[in-house]
C-alpha cells in the first residue's frame, strides 16, 4: 500500500504533462525524477524509469542511473584528504590514509541508506516505533584509527581478500602488517624497515595475508614475507616509479609496470622469480594496474589482457581510453575506471568485446598527493575501487572524506534495473505515466524486466 501511495502520488505530480508528447515530457519527467531523490526516493525511480520507457536517450538514461545509485550511497569517511585507500574482496572492510588522521580501518557493513523510510498506513505510535527500529539498525559502524608509529605516512594500502589482514606502505620505505580480526583492536604483527628510505609506491598482497609484493619511488620491486619479516626475493628490470604491483591470489602470478615498460613474472618459486613475459607500452602517465585473482586477466588503464598465456600477452580490448585509475574484481567480470574529471564509470566486461557500462558515479575527488611534488611522479593513482566481488566501490569524495556505494545486482540496463526495484503496486502509477506519454498504443515498460 505504501508503494501503491507514492506511486499515485507520482501519477499526481506529472498529471500536467499527460497531453505533452515527445522528448520534451520525457525530459520534464526525467528532471522531476531527478529533484525527488532527496525527498522521495521511489517517486524518483518512477519518474526517472517512466522518462527513460517514453525515450531512451543517453541523457535520461544517466539521470535514472544516478537516482538509482542515490540510495545505495554510504559515507565511509566523514571530512579529510585521502592519500591512500584499498577495500576488502568482499567490499565489508575499507582502509584509508588520511592526512593528519593516519591510517583509518572501517567496517562497512552497516546499512547504506541513510534516511528512514515512512511507513505509511501506521498509527503514531507505531511509526515511531518503526523509526526506532530502523534508527538501530543503521547505528554507525564502529570505527578504528590505527596509529603509525613514528612521523612515517601511509602512501600504499592493501587489505586481504577475507579482509583479516593489511599491508601499510611508508614514505619512509617501511611495511607493516596488521591483524584486524579484532575490530577493537587491530594489531600490528610485523614490521620491515625502510629500504635506503625510498618510499612505498604500490603494494599487493596475496591471499595467504603474509606475501607481500611492493614497489618503491625508484623502480625497485621487492617481495616480501611479512610473517617472518624476511626479504624473498628482487624483481629486476624497472628503473623509474613503479606505477603499479599486483599479485594473484596464490601469490604465483605477479605484474609490474613503470614508466613505459611492464612485466609478467612467474613466482611458483618465489626466490627465484622468472620473468614470463612482458606488456607493450604499459606504465604510461596515469594508467593504473590491476588483477584477477587467478592471475589471468589484467587491466592496464583502460586495456583488458589475457594473460594465459604470459610469454604471448593479448590484448583483449580497450574498455575506455583514457583513464585516470583501474580496477578490477576478482573474476575480472567488473570493472571501474576513473577519468580524473571528477567520475568513475562501472563497467561489466563478461564479453569484452562488448562491454557495458552499468553506472557512473559523480563527485568523485582525487587523492591528496601533495607529498609526491618533490619526485618527477606524473603518474596518479586511481581515487576510486571496486571490491572483489563487484559489489561495492569506495570513493574519494569531491567535498572531502570518502564515500562507498552497493552496486550489487546493477545489470548495466536503468530501467530493468529501476522495474527490478519497484514494487508491484506502484507499477500501476509506472505504467499509467508511459502510457499517457506515448499517447497511443499501450506499452508495458517493465515487461520481462
Known amino acids: 500500500m505504501a508503494c501503491l501511495a507514492v506511486g499515485a502520488v507520482a501519477v499526481v505530480g506529472v498529471s500536467k504533462w499527460w497531453n505533452v508528447r515527445g522528448i520534451s515530457s520525457a525530459r520534464e519527467l526525467a528532471l522531476r525524477g531527478v529533484a525527488a531523490r532527496g525527498d522521495d526516493r521511489t517517486s524518483a525511480v518512477v519518474l526517472g524509469a517512466a522518462a527513460v520507457a517514453a525515450h531512451p536517450d543517453k541523457l535520461n538514461r544517466s539521470a535514472l542511473r544516478e537516482t538509482l545509485l542515490s540510495g545505495r550511497r554510504g559515507v565511509a569517511a566523514p571530512a579529510g584528504a585521502i592519500r591512500a585507500m584499498a577495500l576488502s574482496d568482499d567490499g565489508r572492510t575499507a582502509l584509508m590514509s588520511i592526512i593528519d588522521q593516519g591510517v583509518t580501518w572501517r567496517s562497512l557493513d552497516s546499512p547504506i541508506q541513510e534516511e528512514v523510510p515512512l511507513k505509511l ?25 590505527i596509529p603509525l608509529e613514528g612521523e612515517a605516512s601511509a602512501t600504499a594500502l592493501e587489505v586481504s581478500s577475507d579482509g583479516r589482514q593489511a599491508v601499510i606502505g611508508a614514505l619512509d620505505g ?18 620491515v624497515p625502510g629500504q635506503n628510505s625510498f618510499m612505498v609506491a ?14 618503491y619511488e625508484r623502480g625497485s620491486v621487492l617481495l616480501w614475507d611479512l610473517s617472518s619479516g624476511k626479504q624473498l626475493a628482487t624483481l629486476p628490470g624497472h628503473s ?10 596464490d601469490g604465483r602470478v605477479a605484474v609490474t609496470i613503470s614508466r613505459g615498460s611492464g612485466f609478467i613474472w612467474n613466482l611458483a618459486d618465489r626466490r627465484s622469480p622468472v620473468r614470463a613475459g612482458a606488456i607493450p607500452r604499459a606504465g604510461v602517465d596515469g594508467e593504473g594496474l590491476d588483477l584477477s585473482a587467478d592471475g589471468r586477466t589484467a587491466m592496464i588503464g583502460g586495456q583488458l589482457w ?25 573474476d575480472g567480470q567488473v570493472a571501474l575506471t576513473t577519468d580524473g574529471a571528477g567520475s568513475a564509470t562501472l563497467w561489466r566486461i563478461a564479453d569484452p568485446a562488448r562491454p557495458v557500462k552499468v553506472a557512473e558515479v559523480a563527485g568523485v575527488g582525487e587523492l591528496d598527493l601533495d607529498y609526491l611534488t618533490m619526485y618527477d611522479v606524473k603518474e596518479s593513482p586511481g581515487s576510486a575501487m571496486v571490491s572483489g566481488d563487484g559489489g561495492t566501490v569506495l570513493a574519494v569524495s569531491a567535498e572531502g572524506g570518502a564515500l562507498f556505494m552497493d552496486v550489487a545486482g546493477l545489470s548495466g540496463d536503468p530501467l530493468r534495473d529501476a522495474c527490478a526495484e519497484i514494487a508491484e503496486d506502484s507499477m500501476a502509477g509506472l505504467v499509467g505515466m508511459r502510457e499517457r506519454l506515448a499517447g497511443g498504443s499501450f506499452v508495458e515498460p517493465c515487461d520481462g524486466g
Not at 604500490?202 to 614497489?215: E, K
Not at 623509474?240 to 591470489?249: F, K, Y
Open 240 to 249: 623509474s616509479w613503479i606505477g603499479g604491483v599486483a599479485l594473484s591470489d
Open 202 to 215: 604500490s603494494v599487493a598482497l596475496a591471499a595467504d595475508g603474509r606475501t607481500v609484493l611492493a614497489g
Open 121 to 145: 498506513g501506521l498509527d503514531e505510535e507505531a511509526l515511531e516505533a518503526s523509526i526506532e527500529e530502523e534508527g538501530r539498525k543503521r547505528k554507525a559502524p564502529f570505527v578504528a584509527s
Open 306 to 330: 589475457n594473460l594465459s598465456d604470459p610469454a604471448r600477452p593479448k590484448l583483449v580490448n580497450p574498455v575506455v581510453k583514457e583513464v585516470d585509475g583501474v580496477s578490477l574484481s576478482s
Open 174 to 191: 617501511s611495511l607493516g602488517l596488521w591483524q584486524l580480526d579484532d575490530s577493537a583492536r587491530p594489531v600490528r604483527v610485523a614490521k
